[in-house]
């Protein structure tokens, strides 16, 4: 039995209504469940079944791919940037008072930044580094007005150098 050939625009239009339908879903919006009908659908394996040229597997893969970084991006990386920007400044506030931390850990949180911008630092430098830089600033800010208190002119030179050391390693 010969099934009818599908288009790759026919079927990927098919496709995204699902793909919207269970973005809705997990985003929490009303949205009715997939039917039994949908679950049954075939139309992605008749599609990379046909024999070519209409075998459309490579190109569905890029625009399935495409779709969901989309959505990684634009949903999840925007819902969990701040915590884990809030979570990286302070594993280095504490690096900074000489504690222990994990810097496998830091560094891997730190390559979702890069990873999300495909290779590219934008993310890195606009939702990450820019806070750094600033929380950095305030925190040698306060560390100077505390040292500049209590330390001793010569002590607090020393002190400005080591922290100057340590930028520089």
Known sequence: MDRKSIDLDEGWAHMQSGITKLK???EGLPEPPFSSEEYMMLTI??????????DYSQELYDKYKGCFDEYIR?????DVRANARKAVIVLIDKEREGEQIDRS??????DIFVEIGMGEMVHYEQDFEVQMLEDSADYYKSKATIWIESDSCPDYMLK??????????
Do not use: D, G
């Not at 400005?160 to 390693?169: D, K, P, R, S, T």
């Open 24 to 26: 809705r879903i997990l």
């Open 74 to 78: 634009s949903t999840v990386y925007m």
């Open 105 to 110: 850990l830091l560094k891997n949180v730190l």
């Open 45 to 54: 394996y008749n599609m990379c079944t046909q024999k070519p040229p209409l």
């Open 160 to 169: 400005l150098i080591e922290c100057n050391h340590m930028f520089l390693v």
